[in-house]
């Protein structure tokens, strides 16, 4: 038989992404077992050699030689007179070595073998991808965008592997097209319908923490610990770290001069606001700067119930509360407190400017106000419901509100 290349004759095996080699010939060679169980019943007295330089196969078949009439076996024995007329030599008790030719098996079972040999090859493939990324959850991985979609937007890594970005784990600033290259951690990796299916992210603590790692070196050498980070996607995320080091500042090494380190974290988490906060055991202390920017007066704690009462000047409490109240969410998620704030009570009974109310009362209201000259708490509170309505373009229930709490301040 005139040696066959066979992955050169199996156009398929061309572009083997995960695949090494030496897996492929022993693929090959099972396949071709196969084949020889189907047609001689065993293949226990077969030799399946496949080249690994150049995927050339030869098969050879040994049968026992018996006496003629005496062979019980066809499969494993071969008669005297057969085997003389092959090669005259041979004696009873001799081996009979055939080169069995591929051609032989004919062309349906040469078909059958490639469609199960691609088959075998491509469930070997998933497999592989699957083991390699199951080991990489957690790192963070570059590709291309290739499609974008409603629900989510495919990307290929740098080997053609299929990622899925999830339209939940996107930031919601990002915007994708064909061809952009997407930095994001491989968060699950499962097998569907045989299928691996990698999920990344750009949304997970874990990928701001990756981004840290990358940017900061005292992180990724471990002389500056991340202990916890609490994110809104795309809005504000904190960062609480700890320096094994005294004479290493914490914040400082992660801020960088200028700003330098954290501006490409911003960049890539599209302006993302991102406090970094030293973390302390003193939860009082924890609990104050996660509340950052704010300034704090005084803190009542509740470790039984995890709850805390911060109290602050009226010009604090927006700062604390923070645009659309993620300050404060975040900051009870980092400390694991639950945390109400309050204005704290004047002597004097001091009037309050209307823009401490933000965080209670909408801007539109606040300004409605001021366009007539109210921009303080009492000037509102001096005059009645009926008379604010008509001075005002509000209605009578969004006016009843704004007094309610108004009120409540100098209770």
Known sequence: ???????????????????????????????????????????????????????????????????????????????????NAIDADLEVGDDFIEQITLESFGRRAILAARQTLVSKILELEKDEIFKKYKDRVGEIVTGEVYQVWKKETLVLDDEGNELLLPKTEQIPADYFKKGDTVRAIIDKVDMVNSNPKIIISRTAPEFLQRLFEMEVPEIFDGLITIKKIVREPGERAKVAVESYDDR??????????????????????????????????????YIQRALSPAKISSIKLDDEEKHAAVYLKPDQVSLAIGRGGHNIKLAGKLTGYEIDVYREAHEDDEDVDIEEFSDEIEGWVIDEFKKIGLDTAKSILALTSEELVKRTDLEENTVKDVLEILRSEFE
């Open 248 to 285: 290493i500042d914490p914040v400082g090494a992660c801020v960088g001069m200028k700003g330098s380190r954290i501006h490409g974290i911003v960049r890539e988490l599209k302006n993302e606001n991102i406090d970094v906060i030293n973390y302390t055991n003193n939860i009082s202390l």
């Open 1 to 83: 038989m005139s040696s066959i290349n066979l992955i050169d004759s199996f156009q398929e095996f061309k572009d083997f992404k995960n695949i090494d080699r030496p897996t492929v010939i022993s693929v090959l060679e099972e396949v071709f077992r196969s084949m020889l169980r189907k047609r001689f019943g065993t293949d226990e007295n077969c030799d399946v050699i496949v080249n690994p330089d150049n995927g050339d196969l030869e098969i050879w078949r040994t049968r026992t030689v018996m006496e003629d009439g005496f062979s019980e076996d066809d499969d494993l024995e071969i008669e005297l007179a057969e085997a």
